[in-house]
């Protein structure tokens, strides 16, 4: 590994900096606007300069920059006090890299600079109440009507539908074939009639994922990705790039703030730092995430070197979240009675652990389950057989449903 910049990258990161610390919204260029509209404030503020989505192409509101150019990027930002952008995420991150490989030249020229630039938010609509994590037994229809396709069904668990302006959609297409054979990939705008969206209340008191159903909603055919039929190999393009913006994050909660709080708090007297078992916990939790920071630095090496990273992007998630919410789960414990404090006033470190132990199992899910990823990992990393799957080859209509 090498841990160093290259003079270009010294040179760039210096560049960055510059800007960065130049341009970061000050309180009066804030105030009065919420999350969002601080958001879009300095996403589009990105965009203008040429500091927005850097990777891609000029043409597409980017700067045509290099994968490590754009870590560095990601690397400075979070050193200056700047607003949250995570509104953009799902469209820039997984959307954008799907219609850049499946969209025509115009759809791409009139959609993603306007994702760039965070003026147009989008969603991901995958997931569905019967299908568990298997993507491919969607049951939400899409029936071709002339230059339109009819649209009825429900997703669920959808982030952010409530303030997205548009949305990628996988549909079945055809019943009567196999079920990844039988599907097919759209993006839609939605405002059109016959969305309804209805927030989920979580237990962190948020209301981030959604139920999203749809009665005789319109799509042309123009917003098909893709073949009909292809709609798999289009969503595997979404859900690679899914997997590699998934982290084991939670909020901030990390090694350097559980040692923090085992330097604060006290347990029979002495600071808790000096107890066997917490020293125990926390030399346990140093290794493991040491072993995640270097295995992303192998990544970046990688990257730094023109190579395509290996299958180690992997694991990040499989094994970063459990990771999170153990070091949350204790620290709680730590506290004693003062765990149960959520309001970031009263509980210890404006209360990152609490935030991160109720967040955390959805992150667990969100892009692909542990066991879903563990099966990833096994069968195309480590050449292990697949597992038996006994709707392998059969019509979707014919695949028992338990009812």
């Given at each position: ?196 969206i209805k927030p989920i209340k ?117 094994v970063g979240a459990p990771l ?80």
């Amino acid at each position: 590994m090498d841990f160093n910049d290259s003079r270009e990258e010294a040179t760039f990161r210096n560049e960055a900096r510059e800007w960065l610390v130049a341009n970061a919204p000050t309180a009066a260029d804030l105030s009065g606007l919420d999350d969002m509209g601080q958001a879009k404030l300095w996403q589009k503020r990105k965009a203008d300069a040429g500091w927005a989505c850097i990777r891609w192409p000029k043409e597409y509101g980017g700067r045509g920059a290099n994968a490590m150019e754009q870590v560095i990027l990601s690397q400075e930002e979070a050193k200056v006090k700047a607003p949250n952008t995570g509104f953009f995420s799902i469209g820039q991150g997984m959307a954008a890299p799907t219609m850049m490989t499946w969209a025509s030249e115009d759809q791409k020229k009139q959609y993603l600079p306007k994702l760039a630039s965070g003026e147009n938010i989008w969603c991901q609509l995958f997931s569905e109440p019967a299908g568990g994590s298997d993507l491919a037994a969607l049951r939400t229809r899409g029936v071709r009507d002339g230059d339109e396709w009819v649209v009825n069904g429900q997703k669920i668990w959808t982030s952010g539908a409530q303030y997205s302006d548009f949305g990628i959609l996988v549909l079945r297409t055809d019943p009567n074939v196999a079920k990844h054979q039988g599907l097919s990939y759209f993006f839609l705008d939605m405002k059109s009639p016959g969305v309804e969206i209805k927030p989920i209340k979580q237990i962190s008191g948020a209301s981030g994922f959604n139920e999203v159903y749809f009665t005789d909603v319109r799509i042309p055919d123009a917003q098909r990705l893709g073949e009909v039929g292809q709609g798999w190999q289009v969503a595997l393009t979404t859900l690679m790039n899914e997997r590699a913006s998934i982290g084991g994050g939670g909020g901030g909660a990390g090694f350097e703030q559980i040692m923090k709080l085992a330097q604060r708090l006290n347990i029979d007297d002495k600071p808790a730092i000096e107890d066997k078992q917490v020293r125990a916990n926390l030399a346990n939790w140093y290794v493991r995430q040491a072993g995640l920071k270097y295995t992303g630095y192998r990544s970046m090496t990688a990257l730094s070197r023109g190579e395509i990273p290996g299958p180690e992007n992997s694991i990040g998630k499989l094994v970063g979240a459990p990771l999170t919410q153990d070091l949350a789960s204790f620290a709680i414990d730590l506290m004693d009675q003062a765990g149960i404090l959520w309001s970031p006033e009263s509980a210890e470190l404006e209360n990152i652990f609490q935030s991160a132990y109720m967040s955390i199992p959805g992150l667990r899910i969100a892009g692909g389950t542990d066991e879903i990823m563990a099966n990833i990992i096994a069968e195309r990393v480590l050449g292990l057989p697949q597992d038996v799957r006994v709707d392998k080859g059969i019509p979707f209509s014919e695949v028992p449903t338990g009812n």
